[in-house]
């Protein structure tokens, strides 16, 4: 399994940005997958994530109706899209996934050790 993110970005309050998650060895009926998200000096959070196949999509409080995630099984790609941009969400985003076999519910969505493949990473910045 790989995860490689991309669309990270400088970016003025109040403005878009959709990253993009590109994988491979993963499929969206068969795992469960997630955007978190590592600001400076602070513990990685979750974002956004599906439990596997047509699951139920879930937002942390801190971006509910500003943040879509979402998947293309075609393209084999999860996406982020984040409008109306803070500078408190100012952070390395990371997508990760596991396997249905391995995923605990939706519980444990926002979970960091839930997971067991990460991204490298992608820089968003927003300023003031």
């Known amino acids: 399994v790989q995860l490689v993110e991309s669309g990270g970005g400088l970016v003025q309050a109040g403005g878009s940005l959709k990253l993009s998650c590109a994988t491979s060895g993963v499929t969206f009926d068969d795992f469960a997958v997630a955007w978190f998200r590592q600001a400076p000096g602070k513990e990685r959070e979750g974002v956004s994530c599906?439990?596997?196949?047509?699951?139920?999509?879930q937002y942390a409080d801190y971006v509910q109706g500003r943040f879509t995630i979402s998947s293309d099984d075609a393209k084999n790609t999860m996406y982020l899209h984040m409008t109306d941009l803070r500078p408190e969400d100012t952070a390395v985003f990371y997508c990760a996934a596991v396997s249905s076999a391995k995923f605990y519910g939706d519980t444990y969505c926002f979970i960091r050790l839930t997971y067991d493949h990460w991204g490298q990473g992608t820089q968003v910045t927003v300023s003031s």
């Open positions: 599906i439990s596997s196949g047509a699951g139920r999509r």
